[in-house]
């Protein structure tokens, strides 16, 4: 009986100075200064709107303020973070240490969906899904719709964000969201009236998609000419294609 109980008071001891061993080693890695900086940025939208290297300046504010030999903790590291979620590219971000001391920066990217176009193409900018405007990058070109007043003139920095404007940032979203229009969809253009039309990559029809609703709709009225139009007749034969009208296909 009593080798038993001092069976279990040797291991008791042993489990204790394991445990301290252990906190005292995590203890010690906490304090441990950032020897280096691990960036991963999530890119399975094939976005490059910035780099490793891009990051990393942002941490540091361009060299101003090293992280190398620093040990940022919770508030610093929050700071961090907020310094990387300012870029307009940046979506997202994660700021945190390991125990070998690196410092990690995973980014998510925001990406555009469409290209507002300025009669100066230096006005040009990008559109998100939220409708913020983003500007140009000089890292990348994104490969999106332009949308513009016809004939010519911008939309004012607003026009996305009120009531009316979000059937059109809602129009550009389901372009965005489904491959094919995304691929098809080259220009679009807000007539005076506020209707929308649009030309394509294939074809040279000019679409009259009036307002931004029943947008679903619409498309599928598109679909229908596109599969019984073009193989018969050729791409070429309309270059006029009207989907406003419930019910309705007018072709000239």
Not at 15 to 43: C, D, S, Y
Not at 99 to 125: C, E, F, M, T, Y
Not at 142 to 167: E, H, I, K, N, Y
Request: with cysteine.
């Amino acid at each position: 009986m009593q080798k038993n109980v001092r069976n279990l008071l040797v291991a008791f001891a042993c489990l204790l100075g394991l445990g301290g061993m252990a906190t005292f080693a995590v203890v010690r890695q906490a304090h441990k200064p950032v020897e280096n900086i691990v960036v991963t940025i999530a890119n399975d939208l094939n976005t490059f709107f910035i780099s490793e290297r891009g990051v990393t300046a942002l941490l540091t504010a361009g060299g101003k303020d090293p992280v190398l030999g620093t040990v940022p903790e919770g508030p610093r590291l929050r700071q961090l973070e907020s310094r990387l979620r300012a870029h307009p590219f940046v979506r997202d971000a994660q700021v945190y240490r390991d125990l070998a001391g690196n410092l990690h920066a995973d980014v998510r990217q925001n990406r555009p969906i469409a290209r507002l176009v300025h009669a100066d193409d230096r006005l040009d900018s990008y559109l998100d899904a939220s409708g913020k405007r983003l500007p140009l990058s000089p890292l990348y070109t994104a490969r999106v719709a332009t949308v513009s007043r016809a004939g010519g003139g911008a939309l004012p920095p607003s026009f996305f964000q009120d009531s009316v404007g979000r059937g059109y940032l809602d129009f550009l979203r389901y372009v965005d969201e489904h491959p094919f229009w995304r691929a098809q969809v080259a220009e679009v253009f807000v007539e005076p009236g506020g209707k929308l039309s649009f030309t394509q990559q294939v074809g040279d029809q000019r679409v009259e998609f009036g307002s931004p609703s029943d947008i679903a709709g619409k498309f599928a009225k598109l679909i229908v000419f596109y599969r019984q139009i073009p193989s018969v007749l050729g791409w070429d034969t309309y270059h006029r294609v009207n989907v406003e009208y419930q019910n309705q296909i007018i072709c000239e």
